[in-house]
C-alpha cells in the first residue's frame, strides 16, 4: 500500500490527534517491547495510522511482556485486529509491512534524500523525548547534530513590521554564538530568525509541517536550500505528505519541545506563533517575548504573555543569562566574524532628520517615492538623509531603490 502520507495523510488522524488521550510510552518502555525501528517506521507511514494507534500499540505490547512486539513484521490482519486496530486499518498496516513495500519505503527516502531518526533510536533528541506527545518518526536533510545542541526557538508574525524582522534577526545572529535557533522556515519573522542564525557558529534547524523534502513557503527556496547545507531541515510528516492546515500546530509541538525556550517576536491575537508559546509553557520551557508597541495589533498577542510570567528578552544576553550553566562558551561566527556581546554594538546616533525617516522603515520596507510621499520631504533632502543613513549602516538600499533598515 502506498506509504507517503504517513500520520498526517488523512483528516481522521488529525482528529485523532485532537481528541483521543493515551499516556506516553517512555523511551524505555518502547524499547522493551523489541518492536524494529523498521517497523515503526512502516507503521508510522501508513495510511490511516496516527501516533495515537501507534502509541497504542506500545501499550497492548509492553502489556503482554518484554520482547511482544520483536515479530510485528510477521503479523498478519488478525493479528493487528488482536492489537486493536480496526478493520480499515488492518490489512493496510498488513500490506505496508510486505517485504517488497518495506523496500520501496527505503527507496522514497533513499530518493527523496532524507534520513530517518526513530523514537527507538540513541540519537533521537533527548529534549523532545520527555514533551507529552513526542512523534515517532523524524525525517531530516541536514547536519543531525544540531538536535543535541544547546536550542532556542523564536517565532513571530508572518506579517512582520521593519523592526520585528530587525530584532529576529539581531537576535537569532546573537543567540547562534552559543545555541542552536529553531523555527519554522515561515514568512516573516521565522524565515529572519533562521537568515540571522546562518551568520552563527551555531545555525539554525527549521522545523517544516509538510514533508521535508519540499520548501513551504515556495519563496523561502533558497533560505531552504542554504539550511539544508548548513544548518537541518527537519519533518515529522513522511515523503509524499500533502501539506494542510492542522499539521502546523503539530508542527509547532516540535519547535518547542527541541528548545530550552520560545522567544516571540510580534505576534497577534491568534497568531500560530502563541500555540508554540503556549506549548513551551505546557512543556514546562521558557518563554521569552521581544517587547514591541503596545499600541500594534501586530505585538499585542505577544506583549500578553508578560502577564503569564513571560522574561523580556532585549537581546541574546537575556536569553543566555537564564541558561548561563548549560551554554558552552561562544564561538566565532559562521562568516569568519567574532560575535560581539551587545553592548558592543555601537550605532550611530540619528539626527532629528533621521529618525522620522528610520521609523518610516522600520514598519516597512519603502522607495524613494514612498518615502517621499511619507515623509513630505523633498527629492534633495530625502536623498541626503538617505545617504547619511546608509552611511551609518542603519539602512540598506535594494535594486528598485528599495529602501530597508538593517
Known sequence: ????????????????????????????????????REALIALHETEGVGRITIA?????????GKGALANVHRYREQDWRDMGLSLKQSPAVAANFLPASIERMWARHTAKQLQVVTYLDDDYPELLRHIADPPW??????????????????????????????????????????M?????????IDAYAHGGALKGAYGTIAVLAGSAEV???????????????????????????????????????????????????????????????????????DVFVVPGQATSPRCLGALEYFRKGAHPALDESDIFNMYSHRLPEPL???????????????????????????EILLDQACSIDEL????????GHLNAVLLSLLMKRRIHQQPGSIYHVL
Open 1 to 36: 500500500m502506498m506509504a507517503g502520507s504517513g500520520v498526517f495523510g488523512r483528516q481522521s488522524n488529525e482528529a485523532e490527534t485532537q481528541s483521543a488521550v493515551v499516556r506516553a510510552v517512555t523511551f524505555k518502555e518502547a524499547r522493551r517491547t523489541g518492536m524494529p
Open 56 to 64: 497504542n500499540v506500545f501499550l497492548r505490547g509492553l502489556s503482554k
Open 137 to 178: 518518526v523524524l525525517y531530516y536533510k541536514g547536519d543531525w547534530n544540531l538536535v543535541h545542541r544547546p536550542c532556542i526557538a523564536i517565532v513571530g508574525t508572518r506579517l512582520a513590521t521593519g523592526y520585528g524582522r530587525k530584532m529576529a534577526e539581531d537576535v537569532a545572529r546573537g543567540c547562534a554564538a552559543r
Open 180 to 188: 542552536t535557533v529553531v523555527s519554522g522556515l515561515a514568512r516573516g
Open 215 to 285: 520548501c513551504y513557503p515556495p519563496e523561502n527556496k533558497a533560505l531552504y536550500e542554504e539550511i539544508a547545507t548548513r544548518g537541518l531541515i527537519v519533518s515529522e510528516s513522511p515523503p509524499g505528505t500533502i501539506l494542510r492546515p492542522g499539521l502546523f500546530p503539530l508542527r509547532n509541538r516540535i519547535i518547542a519541545g527541541l528548545s530550552f525556550g520560545v522567544v516571540v517576536v510580534e505576534a497577534a491575537h491568534r497568531s500560530g506563533a502563541l500555540i508554540t508559546a503556549d506549548l513551551a509553557l505546557a512543556y514546562d520551557r
Open 332 to 358: 566565532p561566527s559562521a562568516d569568519g566574524e567574532n560575535n560581539v556581546t551587545p553592548g558592543d554594538r555601537k550605532l550611530a546616533p540619528l539626527t532629528a532628520a533621521e529618525r522620522p525617516i528610520y
Open 372 to 379: 517621499a510621499v511619507k515623509s513630505g520631504l523633498t527629492f
